[in-house]
């Protein structure tokens, strides 16, 4: 009452102010440049009334694609002809007239619902406002999206909506970014109406990702058809009617997929918000800088999220490649790893076996006199899960120098097949898996591989029923699937024809084989690729228009590091070495390591591989520095930093250009433009950022015969735990809840 | 704390390069005697010897070497002598005499004297933004 009270009496006197000064509205008028008003040109224009529109832009750039061009039909937004293919949403012929509806529950990626009718707009010759998002366009049909008619609907749904919100926007984290508060600002009502209590909803537990104030909930349904048809778990739904209607879990039971972080992103109010990210900071005191997430080998378009130093959150960008809008819940999540367990100081263990902090100076000094008193056989270099191509080039050619041709990316196993880039990258691309129809997974389990992938797969499934085939250890799939075995004696099967699969094979028109890279880390490895490449020759995967023989690689650094050549010239040579220069590689075996060898670990987390350090040199996390990532469709791509290093730690390429000049092998680039040009002559594809370059040949002509048979050991599972899988994630807590809630 | 450099003053000009330069001696015999004042009420025994302290003194005199107009070296000493009577009147803290004298030169001594590299690592060894 008081409030509506004092907004009629401003208004009352803005209206006496105005009578009081006739003159007021027309100041803005006066101009000192009357010519520039009477030219020629706005005369010209007076004169020809039909361009009297001014040209509007699609929103956001949208295209339209027409697969037949007989089906384009025309409709008239506002009076803009504009030519759509038949079976479009009104809605989406508007975005394409350049007028972007108002809208809750429609979203591109999920099916239509129409129950917020938010976005109702006139259509000549109907009685009633019509919900764009579900009313399919006709031809010739007249919309009009700013008539009073479709203003008066919309705001009367926004007071609707609004009946039941809760007026708490200063404590929602979903403030200043929420759909409804925008809306309800530039399309609703000025006042209320409403005088009786709003309902309340009990909040779900979803699990330690998702907080829920479920009374802040417009039933929009998004999530539940995200969960649905996007994440292929049936655990969210609609219950109730009427004014009864809830969102929840059934049961009582947690949302288990490796997708579910993404429903808070498509929840058009604070109802699904960040647990994690609860109450932590307002999203317009944050710094958001474009990057790439290192979790995976997908390389997933993120955006950090920071304030000061700290990272506060990752949100996924769009990219229709490799990620489309969603990340998975391990690359939304694993930041607050990135706060603990750092290294910020080099330090050295001393002979009571504790480490002590020196300077770098010092430290690059020991370090540099150790290298210099072992045999050149005798040093040897790992890269890490997380390493960058620039960091790698440099530890490459450091070492090198050195006299050592012993450097290797760690999970690649003895001898990968680094020589032609079609044997370790997915060929097919990762958006070209929507052409696939039948899939053969061979020993890789994408789901939490890489759960981007395993959702392109899953997309394809739904959309046009593809057939999958699987061969490894029992696994999870959120689609329907053949498990044909768990062993290579399956893929010899199907190679001779005698498995029933095999027909589904090869009479499909673009079969998809996916490797995992598992693989590498076997002794056959190279018996099960040409078993591989011989069911791929008979099915005829490889072809001019189509290549359907992919690796899907683990790691983020993975695609480079092969790229490079990270490839150690003997098996055994850790179980010799003298030097070891660990590169954040984490997940390698030290216990192979003879106890007289001298170990450096370079990284940014005091993970596993600390324990067997003798020094340690602190270097920067990828949110901290830019360093090239090639995913595992080979497409080149770099992070930015979007918070300072932390504590006196340096960048890893520059602590191995460093330590090169201290042992008096100075590497010749001083900066992250020479060393990409040295990268340019080594792997000109890594230059390419976000732009995919595909293999030039494929493999399987060109590689050698192999004689002997696979292993009858059947194919193990590669990743045991989704959210830990690296030094980051292993640090975050967040991460160890997920894994102590939903893995099963 | 009513010590006698607290009534010091710096008279008027010299008359000649050598009258400035008794002055800075006197200057440095006035500061190196306040020293153990100084050690006390700023507790750094624990990080600095007095002769360190003397040395640093010593250091911050001869920064201006090359200074030879009476005049400009007289300003200076007013300076100088204005500097130790803050900190003999304990007007600074701990974290003043510290950052300004004790810290910082260390390390750029260090650098200086240590250092043969190339540019490129000595701005590593400083920071790693460059």
Redesign the interface.
């Known amino acids: 009452m008081g409030l509506g009270q004092l907004a009629s009496r401003a208004l009352l006197r803005s209206a006496r102010l105005a009578a009081s000064n006739p003159h007021h509205q027309f100041r803005r008028a006066i101009v000192t440049t009357p010519e520039l008003h009477n030219s020629a040109e706005s005369a010209a224009a007076e004169a020809h009334p039909e361009p009297d529109l001014p040209k509007r832009n699609p929103v956001a750039g949208a295209r339209v694609h027409f697969p037949n061009p007989d089906d384009a039909i025309e409709v008239f937004v506002d009076g803009y002809p504009v030519k759509v293919p038949k079976g479009m949403t009104v809605l989406q012929a508007c975005l394409m007239a350049g007028v972007d509806i108002p809208r809750f529950c429609y979203h591109d990626r999920l099916s239509i619902a129409g129950n917020c009718r938010m976005c109702l707009v006139e259509v000549e010759k109907s009685p009633k406002p019509v919900a764009s998002c579900a009313m399919p366009a006709l031809p010739g049909m007249k919309i009009k999206t700013a008539t009073p008619l479709a203003k008066k609907a919309r705001e009367g749904v926004m007071e609707f909506l609004l009946m039941n919100h809760p007026l708490d926007c200063p404590i929602c984290d979903q403030g200043g970014e929420c759909d409804l508060q925008d809306q309800s600002m530039a399309f609703g009502s000025d006042r209320g109406r409403f005088t009786e209590t709003k309902r309340s909803v009990v909040d779900k537990n979803l699990g330690p990702l998702v907080k829920t104030v479920m009374t802040r909930c417009i039933q929009c349904t998004r999530c539940v058809r995200f969960a649905s048809e996007i994440a292929g778990v049936q655990d969210l739904g609609v219950l109730g009617r009427g004014s009864g209607e809830e969102i929840g879990t059934y049961v009582e039971r947690l949302m288990t997929s490796e997708l579910s972080g993404n429903v808070i992103d498509i929840c058009p109010v604070g109802a699904l918000t960040s647990k994690p990210f609860a109450f932590k900071a307002r999203n317009w005191e944050l710094k958001g800088t474009e990057s790439i997430d290192v979790t995976d080998a997908v390389g997933s378009n993120i955006r950090i999220d920071s304030r000061g130093p700290e990272v506060m959150r990752i949100v996924p960008r769009l990219n229709e490649d490799i990620n489309e809008e969603w990340i998975s819940d391990k690359t939304r999540f694993f930041y607050d790893g990135l706060k603990r367990q750092r290294l910020n100081d080099p330090m050295i263990r001393g002979a009571d076996g504790r480490f002590k902090a020196v300077?770098?100076?010092d430290a690059l000094a020991v370090v540099a006199e150790v290298i210099h008193k072992v045999k050149p056989e005798e040093i040897v270099g790992v890269a890490g899960k997380l390493s960058d191509a620039e960091s790698m080039i440099a530890l490459k050619d450091f070492l090198n120098r050195m006299g050592s041709e012993n450097i290797w990316y760690e999970g690649n196993g003895p001898n990968p097949n680094a020589d032609l880039r079609s044997g370790y990258i997915m060929n097919t691309s990762i958006s070209g898996l929507e052409k696939a129809d039948v899939f053969l997974l061979v020993g890789t389990q994408p789901r939490v591989e890489a759960a981007m992938v395993n959702a392109r797969i899953r997309k394809t499934v739904i959309a046009t029923n593809a057939k999958v085939g699987y061969v490894g250890p029992s696994a999870d799939f959120n689609y329907d699937h053949e498990h044909l075995g768990t062993g290579p004696e399956t893929l010899t099967e199907l190679a001779e024809g005698r498995h029933p699969f095999y027909s589904a094979l090869s009479n499909a028109k673009n079969p998809a084989i996916i490797v995992g890279a598992g693989i590498f880390g076997r002794k056959d490895k190279d018996a099960i690729f040409s078993v591989v490449d011989n069911i791929a020759k008979k099915i005829n995967a490889v072809r001019p228009d189509w290549n359907g023989l992919n690796m899907l690689l683990l790691n983020a650094g993975q695609a480079a590091a092969l790229d490079l050549g990270l490839v150690a010239e003997s098996e055994k040579s850790i179980e010799s070495a003298k030097f070891v220069y660990v590169m954040g590689a984490d997940d390698e075996n030290l216990d192979r390591v003879p106890d007289d060898a001298f170990v450096v670990y370079q990284g940014h987390h005091g993970d596993r591989s600390v324990y067997r350090a003798n020094v340690i040199l602190p270097a920067?996390a990828f949110t901290e520095k830019e360093g090239t990532y090639a995913n595992t469709e080979g497409c080149a791509q770099t992070t930015v930093p979007a918070v300072p290093?932390v504590g006196d730690?340096?960048?890893d390429w520059?602590i191995i250009?460093?330590l090169s000049?201290?042992a008096r092998v100075?590497l010749p680039y001083?900066n992250l433009s020479a060393i990409r040009s040295r990268i340019g002559t080594v792997a000109p594809n890594l230059l390419r950022v976000d732009e995919r370059e595909p293999a030039a040949f494929s493999t399987s002509a060109l590689r050698p015969e192999v004689k002997e048979k696979p292993d009858a050991a059947p194919f193990t599972t590669v990743v045991d735990n989704f959210y830990m899988t690296d030094s980051i994630t292993r640090a975050s807590k967040i991460m160890a809840q997920c894994s102590a809630l939903l893995k099963k | 704390m009513a010590s006698s450099v607290k009534y010091l003053r710096v008279p008027p000009n010299s008359a000649s390069l050598a009258e400035a330069r008794r002055r800075v001696f006197e200057f440095f015999k006035t500061a190196c005697r306040s020293i153990p004042t100084i050690m006390e009420i700023y507790h750094l025994d624990d990080v600095v010897t007095p002769s360190q302290l003397r040395s640093i003194v010593a250091s911050e005199i001869r920064k201006n070497a090359q200074v030879t107009s009476p005049k400009v070296i007289d300003m200076m000493l007013f300076k100088g002598t204005e500097e130790l009577n803050l900190i003999v009147e304990h007007s600074k803290q701990r974290h003043h005499i510290l950052g300004q004298y004790v810290l910082g030169r260390e390390d750029s001594q260090d650098i200086g004297t240590k250092e043969q590299g190339s540019e490129f690592l000595k701005n590593f060894f400083r920071s790693n933004y460059f």
């Open positions: 300077s770098w100076h920067s290093t730690s340096r960048d520059k250009r460093a000049e201290v100075s001083d």
